[in-house]
């Protein structure tokens, strides 16, 4: 399985493949700030079976459209702290240019489809879901 | 009919469970929020939640069957 959702911190694999000569990971981590708010903590929820479904369909339909030899995406649910890491994403290609699109793909389309959400804390103790009551669109995190 | 739903998120939060079986007369996953959007006064609109029956992403109009697991999905942010 190449989508895989953790409540442990991410510990990236180290991709090996003599036919690819491009390798591209993204690394996303909980940031300070969000909308003019201090951001304390993100709070991360899945849909367990949906999101595992949903993510290794996405990963077939990158490594396809964009000819990846490899491409593994590790996300974290839970309580996360300041620069944790949320989410982990490596591409392998045989070349730059398909590693990149492909690796900025999945994570663009991770957001708009897989049943994971967002929530959070705040230092003046407010909390909130992330665009997820469907009044606004949601935000970028990383 | 008997229906298990799923909360995930703003609507668990909203409903007050992660899970709950309940009796429905309705035979969609459309009717079903509407109704659950009356008891538990859910703020997303049934526009902005796609709806998922055994695990699958279905039409809102699907025909729900007795035992469904059905779960509603609001706009979702990972990553």
Wanted: hydrophobic share 40%.
């Amino acid at each position: 399985m190449s989508f895989r959702l953790t409540s442990e911190e991410i510990d990236p694999p180290v991709l090996e493949l003599l036919g690819a000569g491009g390798f591209v990971e993204f690394t996303g981590r909980v940031r300070d700030h969000n909308e003019g708010h201090v951001v304390l903590a993100l709070e991360y929820e899945a849909f367990g079976d949906l999101a595992v479904k949903v993510g290794n369909e996405l990963v077939e339909e990158s490594k396809s459209k964009f000819g990846l030899l490899e491409a593994h995406v590790l996300h974290r649910i839970g309580l996360l702290h300041l620069g944790e890491t949320a989410v982990w994403i490596g591409v392998a290609a045989a070349h730059r240019k398909a590693a990149f699109a492909g690796c900025e793909y999945i994570i663009d389309e991770l957001k708009k489809r897989v049943p994971i959400w967002k929530k959070e804390h705040y230092t003046d103790g407010e909390s909130k879901w992330i665009g997820c009551d469907g009044q606004e669109m949601s935000h970028e995190s990383a | 009919m008997k229906i298990n739903v799923r909360y995930f998120a703003i609507l668990r939060e909203q409903s007050g469970r992660a899970a709950e079986s309940l009796d429905t007369t309705a035979s969609t996953p459309a009717g079903l929020y509407v109704e659950l959007q009356q008891k538990y006064s859910f703020t997303v609109p049934l526009h902005a939640v796609r709806s998922s029956v055994n695990a699958e992403f279905v039409d809102d109009d699907t025909v729900l069957s007795e035992g469904d697991e059905v779960v509603f999905v609001p706009p979702v942010a990972g990553g």
